[in-house]
Every structure is written in structure tokens, then in C-alpha cells.
């Protein structure tokens, strides 16, 4: 049974398989009828309505013959290998038959490329011989007008216009090649001929438009603008401007050499270069103009702003001058660090500076020797200066202002300290307690301590009030402690009598309790209110557990 299974399968793969062969086959058959069914031989023969010599001829020659090879050789040998691959999957050597299909496609698509190229080389020698004819007229149209342009224009193009109908000639020429390639059946090399005839064209244009308006600045713009500078800097000169570092007459006839050596070159039609030059010319000359502006507007500046620094200047003296009376005058008082006195030391040594700058710059302003620019850099160094003296004495100003300051407030938090100090004890006493904790009372002559040396501090001469900051910092730190401990310290004895008081209702029925409730009033007595709040605390919270909160809440709500 299985034996038999095994060759229905066998059976069945086979049939199967040679059905695919015999698929790809058909398919190839019609791929192979498609390609001969090709209207190639129509196409080429279209050829036969240009020139049949040179290009035309030989391309026409070897697309007959690859179409030949393909027809009598090629595409029959296709048949043959059809005929093998059905063969091979007869007798069930599928894997050779395979081998024959994939050989097949392979050729087919060899076969369509080369259709594919002679129709594509067809197509484009055929457009080279429309388009020739189309756009060599328009191209004849193009050279007339220029022609004519360099006619009616002649003067405008100057020496140039003899390279200028050079090139035009030499175009003609080329239209003569043109024709001599069409008449040759070479299209294609005609067509590059019409390309590079139009280039020409649009660069001779391009020539026609440039040369001129180039010429006009050369021969017209620069010069007058050169003349212009001339005059300028001679009118400069005699209206006191000093200007010989700008080396003007030097620059100027560097300028007049390059656009004789422009003018060649646009003679020569190198108008590109030319072109180029002309615009690096009128920069440069634009430069100069700046140059000169820029002198005439800072001589006028210095002219207007110097004689108004004099009063910046005297005012920055008598900063320097106050300063110093100042630093002397507070030095009695206080105690005086070098970075303190550093500003007015800066003050003092940057107006003796800019004094003499200034000074300086009225000789030089006097002497006319320099440039009015470089004068101006000067005074706008002194208004610079002027500007960060304003600054510094306003920093030494606000600093001395601080050390008074700072001690006008340190008297003021003395005073608010013994307050707090004062209404600490009020506390004590106002609740009555017996005693003060040994840790408490050294908070008190710690921070009574610290008082003391800070207003101890406070009345030396000179007052140095970094050291009096330092321990009004440390006083004022022991005051904080103080009172905040003294706070605690009542709420806790406050909190120790309610709950005494709160547990003497059980006294009588409790025995252990009343023990020691008794003594946590012992050692209430000895001022010690942390232990006794502990000690009576704990023994209420063992006869009525919460008791505690409930006091807690009484002593708010009274509070309130």
C-alpha cells in the first residue's frame, strides 16, 4: 500500500512539474513571437529619408545587420532550445530543463535591449535632424541681430568690437560646418554644432550687453569718481584734516593702472575678468569714500565733544578728592580693611590717568598732527574712563554708606536682644516656676555673655564692625536659642502641673498612682521638667490610657 502511495505521489509530482515546464515554455514561445512581431525593419527604413552617407549611413548599416543576426540566427536558436526544454521535461530531467528556460530569458532580454538601443539611436539621429533644421534658422535669426547690433552700435564697443566680429565670423564658419555635416548625412555631429553655435551666440550677447556699460565705467564713472576723491582729499588737507595715513594718491594710482589693464582685457573680450576687477575698482574706491567720511565725522565729533569733558573731568577730580577725605574721615571711625580702601585707591589712581589723557589729547587736538580718528578713539577711551570712575565712587559711596549703616542696625537688634532676653524671664515668672535647669541658666550667661562683647565691641575706636557682625552673628544665635528653650521649658511645666492636677482625682482610689504623682512633684521642685513631664505622664496614660491628649486639647482650647 505504502509502495503504492509512493508512486501516485511520484506520479502526481511529476505531472505537476512538467505542466510548469510546458507553462514557461508557452510563455517563452510568446515572448519570442512579440520580438519578431517587432515594426523594427519599419523604423530603420525611416532612414532612408535623410542623407544616406557617413553617420546616417553606417548607423544605418549596423542596425540592419544586429536586426538580421537577431531574425536568421538569434531568435531561431530559440526554437531549438524550446524544443530541448520540453524534451528534457519529458523524460523528467526538470533541473536541465530549468537550466534551458533560465538560458532562454537570458537571451530574450539580451535580444530586447539591443532592439531597444537601435530604436533609441534611431529616434535621436531622427530629432537631431528635425531639431537641426527648426533651430539653425533661429540661431541664423540671432547672429543677423547681432550683427546688426555691432553695426548700428559700433562705437559703444570700442576696440573691442574688432574681437567682437572675430567671433561672429568664426560663428559663421561654424554654419558652414553645419551645413557640410548635414550634407554628409552626420546629424548627431551637426547637432553638436547647432549647441555650440547657440553657446557662442548667448556668450556674444551676453558680450554685447556687458561691454559697453564696462567701457562707460572705465572710461567715465571711475575716472570721475577718481577725480572726485582728488579733489576731496585736497580740500581735506586744506581744511586741516590730516589724511596722509590713508595713503590715498598711492591707492588712487594703483586704481588708474588696473583700469588701463581692464580696458585690455574687455579689448581682448575678457570681459569676465574685466568684470570682476571693475567691481574689486569700485569697492576699493568706495572704501576711500568711507575712509574720508569717517575722518570728517570724527574731526567734527572731537571738535564738539572735547570741550564738553572738562566738566566730566573736573567732577571725577572731585570725586577723587571727596574719596579720599571720605576714606580719611570714616578711618577715625571704623576699622578699615585694604580690600575697603581699595576702590577709592583705584578712584584716585584712574583720574590721575585719565587727567592726563585727557590733558594729552587737548595738545594733540592743538598740534593737528594726527588723524581725527585716532583722536576720536582717544576721547571715547576717556569717556570710557570717566564713565568707570562714576561707577567706582558710587561702590565707595554705597560702602561707606553700609558701615554706618551696619552699625546703626547692630544697636538696633542689641536692643531687640535684651527685649527678647527680658521677656524670656517675664515668662519664667509669670508662670511661676520654681527653679531654671542648669543648661538653661548657661543659655542665659552665654547669650548675656555674647551681648556684652558685642556692645563692648560696638564702642572701641576705630569700630571694626566685621568683628562686631562676626559676634553680633554668635549673640544672636545664643538670644534664638535662649528663648526658644525657655518656650519649650514653660509648656512642658505648664503641661506637668494640668496633668498632676488632672490625676488627683484618682489619688485617693489609686495608691501607686498617688506615689508617683508625689514623685513627679519631687522632681518638678528640682527643675527638672522633662523627667517629671515623663514620670507624671507615663504613670496617668497606665490608669486612663489617651488621658494625656485630653489635657493636651484643655490646655489649647484655655490657651485660645
Not at 574687455?266 to 569676465?272: G, K, R, V
Not at 577709592?344 to 593737528?368: F, P, S
Not at 507624671?536 to 489635657?551: I, M, N
Request: net charge negative.
Amino acid at each position: 500500500m505504502i509502495i503504492i502511495l509512493l508512486l501516485v505521489a511520484i506520479i502526481v509530482y511529476g505531472f505537476l512539474k512538467r505542466k510548469k515546464i510546458y507553462a514557461e515554455v508557452d510563455r517563452l514561445e510568446s515572448w519570442k513571437l512579440r520580438i519578431l512581431n517587432e515594426p523594427v525593419t519599419d523604423e530603420i527604413a525611416k532612414v532612408k529619408q535623410l542623407n544616406m552617407t557617413g553617420q546616417t549611413e553606417q548607423k544605418f548599416e549596423s542596425w540592419r545587420v544586429t536586426w538580421d543576426e537577431i531574425v536568421t540566427n538569434e531568435l531561431p536558436g530559440i526554437d531549438d532550445l524550446l524544443f530541448e526544454a520540453e524534451e528534457a521535461a519529458d523524460r523528467y530531467r526538470f533541473k536541465k530543463a530549468n537550466q534551458i528556460n533560465r538560458q532562454i530569458r537570458s537571451i530574450l532580454e539580451e535580444i530586447e535591449k539591443k532592439i531597444a538601443n537601435i530604436l533609441e539611436e534611431l529616434q535621436e539621429l531622427i530629432g537631431s535632424e528635425e531639431k537641426n533644421k527648426v533651430e539653425i534658422e533661429e540661431l541664423k535669426g540671432l547672429l543677423k541681430e547681432q550683427r546688426k547690433i555691432l553695426l548700428v552700435s559700433r562705437h559703444s564697443f570700442g576696440s573691442a568690437i574688432i574681437q567682437l566680429e572675430k567671433n561672429l565670423e568664426d560663428i559663421v564658419d561654424m554654419f558652414h560646418q553645419f551645413d557640410e555635416a548635414t550634407k554628409g548625412g552626420n546629424y548627431l555631429e551637426a547637432r553638436e554644432i547647432v549647441l555650440k553655435i547657440r553657446s557662442e551666440l548667448e556668450n556674444i550677447a551676453w558680450k554685447i550687453d556687458e561691454i559697453p556699460k564696462l567701457l562707460s565705467y572705465c572710461h567715465q564713472q571711475l575716472p570721475s569718481q577718481i577725480q572726485d576723491l582728488k579733489n576731496g582729499k585736497e580740500e581735506m588737507i586744506q581744511a586741516g584734516y590730516m589724511i596722509d595715513h590713508l595713503e590715498i594718491d598711492k591707492e588712487l594710482e594703483k586704481i588708474e593702472g588696473e583700469i588701463i589693464t581692464y580696458l585690455r582685457k574687455i579689448e581682448q573680450n575678457d570681459i569676465a575678468e574685466a568684470k570682476e576687477g571693475i567691481a574689486d575698482i569700485q569697492e576699493r574706491i568706495e572704501q576711500i569714500y568711507d575712509c574720508l567720511e569717517k575722518e570728517a565725522i570724527a574731526k567734527q565729533i572731537v571738535t564738539k565733544e572735547t570741550p564738553m569733558l572738562q566738566p566730566l573731568i573736573n567732577e571725577i577730580e572731585d570725586q577723587a578728592e571727596q574719596a579720599k577725605m571720605e576714606s580719611e574721615s570714616v578711618q577715625q571711625i571704623y576699622h578699615l580693611k585694604d580690600k575697603d580702601l581699595e576702590d577709592q585707591r583705584k578712584i584716585e589712581k584712574k583720574v590721575a590717568q585719565t587727567v592726563a589723557k585727557y590733558e594729552d589729547l587737548l595738545r594733540r587736538i592743538e598740534e593737528n598732527m594726527e588723524p581725527a580718528t585716532k583722536l576720536r578713539e582717544e576721547m571715547e577711551e576717556i569717556k570710557g574712563n570717566i564713565k568707570s570712575i562714576n561707577e567706582l565712587y558710587i561702590q565707595f559711596s554705597e560702602m561707606m554708606h553700609t558701615l554706618r549703616k551696619d552699625e546703626r542696625e547692630a544697636k538696633e537688634k542689641i536692643a531687640q536682644m535684651k527685649k527678647i532676653l527680658v521677656e524670656a524671664r517675664a515668662l519664667i515668672r509669670k508662670n511661676h516656676l520654681p527653679g531654671l535647669p542648669v543648661n538653661l541658666l548657661k543659655a542665659f550667661e552665654t547669650a548675656e555673655a555674647n551681648l556684652k562683647a558685642v556692645s563692648y565691641k560696638l564702642e572701641e575706636t576705630p569700630l571694626d564692625m566685621y568683628a562686631v557682625n562676626n559676634l553680633l552673628e554668635e549673640a544672636q544665635n545664643a538670644v534664638n536659642k535662649v528663648h526658644e528653650q525657655t518656650v519649650e521649658m514653660v509648656e512642658k511645666a505648664m503641661l506637668v502641673e494640668q496633668i498632676i492636677q488632672y490625676g488627683n482625682r484618682y489619688r485617693s482610689k489609686n495608691p501607686v498612682l498617688a506615689a508617683q504623682l508625689l514623685e513627679a512633684e519631687q522632681i518638678f521642685r528640682m527643675y527638672d521638667y522633662d523627667l517629671a513631664l515623663e514620670q507624671a505622664a507615663t504613670a496617668l496614660e497606665e490608669v486612663e490610657p489617651g488621658a494625656l491628649k485630653k489635657v493636651e486639647e484643655l490646655m489649647k482650647s484655655r490657651s485660645i
